[in-house]
């Protein structure tokens, strides 16, 4: 089992940029991906964006060329960086590896 904790979540104006981080217990967490979800208002949970074990990453075409996601297994972390931020971003962000889950974290982009 992996504990995950997001953090970095916050208000923004539309265009600005936030920068969340996903802080993971257990040593074997650099053997897994890790993926980004979000919840936006009234909307079912959708997936964001990945970073598998060997640094490969993949984005949903609504954050392609806006998020970005990046691990540092030496400190158990993954960050997803974002820029370029739209009212639509609006949701609760979750980090997810296996089964497990973060409690999430919310960001809020104001237009």
């Known amino acids: 089992q992996v504990q995950l904790v997001e953090s970095g979540g916050g208000l923004v104006q539309a265009g600005g940029s936030l920068r969340l981080s996903c802080a993971a217990s257990g040593s074997v967490f650099s053997t897994y991906a890790v993926f980004w979800y979000r919840r936006s208002p009234g909307k079912e949970r959708r997936w964001v964006a990945v970073i598998t074990n060997a640094g490969i990453t993949n984005y949903a075409d609504s954050v392609k060329g806006r998020f970005t996601i990046s691990r540092d297994n030496t400190k158990n972390t993954v960050v997803l960086q974002m820029n370029s931020l739209k009212p639509e971003d609006t949701a609760v962000y979750y980090c997810?590896?296996?089964?497990?889950w973060g409690q999430g974290t919310l960001v809020t982009v104001s237009s």
């Open positions: 997810n590896v296996g089964k497990d």
